[in-house]
Structure formats: C-alpha cells, structure tokens
C-alpha cells in the first residue's frame, strides 16, 4: 500500500502553526453605498445579511444599523441600538448579532446588546466585567470571545467569555501584550488575535488562543504593523486567515 505524504504546511495548521504569509489583490467591485459614511463599525452576517453596526464620524457615534442583501445589493435601515457606539464589536450567535462595548462619545463601554432579526429588536445582556473600545469579537463552541481594546487611558491584554445559556461574562487567559484595534478570527477551534496596538506601537504579531489550555501563543506575524485591520477566514482548500490592513494599499495577509 502506498501511503501519500502529508505537506508539511498542513501538518502545521493542524498544530496551529501557521506562518506563511502571502499577498493578494482584491478584484475590484462596486456596491452599493450605506446611507452615510463612518468608521469604527462592526460587521457580522446572521443568515446571508451582512449587518454595518455602529461607528463615528468627525463628530458623532452612531447607533443605527443598516442590513445589506448581497443579492439585491441593497441596504436597508432596521432597528437602532439602545447607545450609540463607535469601534464596536459584533458577531453573530444563536440567531442574534451582538454588539459589545464601544464609545458612546464620552467613554468607553462594558455594555453589551443583541439584536434579534425577528422581533427587529435590539436588547442588552449582561455586561462585561471591564469597559473596552476598540475590541475584538469573535464566537467559539458557543461562546462569545471579546480580546482586548482600550479603555479610556490604556490598551488591554484582557479577554473575556460570554455564555448566551447562563448570560453571564468569566475572564480567560489574558493576551500576551495589550493589544488595542487588534482583529480577531476564529479558524480551527482556536482564535487568532491579529495586530493592533500595545500603547507604544502598532504590531504584526499574531496569538491564537487554546481552549483547551487555557493559554494564548504567539504564532507568526503579518507583514505590516497595523490596528484596525478586518480579519476573515476564507473558505477554500484549507482554512485561511485574511487580514486587511488599515492603510495598507490593498495588500492582504494570507495566514
């Protein structure tokens, strides 16, 4: 019997270490605009709809929501937050989206509320332990992860689990440096926290967090220092993470 060999580099993504890194260019498309423009919104997708959630301008934080139908290529309003929050999080879990901390304006926000898509209905939950801004979001075996962010004075290495079934926050393994904007994804049963900024300097280093361990482990790093970069697995051969970098030409980091 002849047995294949298995390419090194997926032995290495089963063990979590992933450290090639590879550049694409987006082919370029015109979609249609949301009603106004801002910044320091949240994104997450609940059944086909991607959800714009939040943000700022030069003036203003924002609490409205606004849906998108790829297949028409139409946004719609629905119901606003109760707060207004700029550098929000968000994710979708359980058939709700949430958002979770963000400024109001005047200061950051340990506040979290959901939106439920059948009742066009934001509602809060119970809130996290710490205020934080700027933070990253992502869900793993039915929990809602939060990673880092800022308070009002400082980035933070604190992570906190939301359990939807109990409503209730615990604190796990804290990151390795305070990373405030960092970009969060989940791929292979572990969190990848990318980038962002550790109050002296913008990173490239990448973490990923173990469940099971309990414990965050620097994995590679992107090729430019960067926060507020969007972070996506794509769906292909292998599971990849793609960063998009803030300011950073169109270049992605293929992980």
């Given at each position: 019997m002849v047995m294949e060999k298995i390419p090194l580099f997926l032995k290495q993504m089963k063990l979590?270490?992933?450290f090639?890194?590879?550049?694409f260019d987006f082919m370029k498309m015109e979609n249609s605009a949301m009603s106004h423009s801002r910044r320091g919104i949240a994104l997450a997708s609940?059944?086909?709809p991607i959800y714009a959630i939040g943000g700022l301008d030069d003036n203003t934080c924002f609490n409205d929501v606004e849906r998108y139908d790829i297949e028409s290529d139409q946004w719609s309003t629905v119901a606003p937050m109760n707060t207004?929050?700029?550098g929000v999080g968000s994710v979708a879990l359980v058939n709700h989206v949430y958002a979770v901390g963000g400024n109001d304006g005047m200061a950051s926000l340990s506040s979290v509320e959901r939106y439920d898509p059948h009742l066009d209905k934001w509602i809060e939950v119970k809130e996290m332990g710490q205020r934080r801004a700027g933070n990253g979001v992502s869900k793993l075996h039915g929990c809602l992860y939060v990673v880092g962010g800022f308070d009002d004075n400082s980035p933070l290495s604190s992570v906190e689990r939301y359990d939807p079934r109990s409503n209730k926050w615990d604190y796990v393994a804290a990151l390795t440096t305070p990373r405030g904007g960092v970009g969060i994804a989940t791929v292979m049963?572990?969190?990848?926290?990318?980038g962002g900024h550790n109050g002296?300097?913008?990173l490239n280093t990448v973490e990923a967090f173990d469940p099971v361990l309990n414990r965050w482990e620097l994995v590679g790093s992107v090729s430019h220092c960067r926060a507020g970069a969007g972070v996506a697995v794509c769906s292909c051969l292998t599971s990849q993470i793609r960063d998009v970098g803030h300011g950073s030409n169109n270049v992605v980091d293929c992980m």
């Open positions: 979590g270490k992933i090639m890194v590879l550049f609940l059944g086909g207004p929050r700029g049963g572990k969190i990848f926290a990318v002296n300097a913008y």
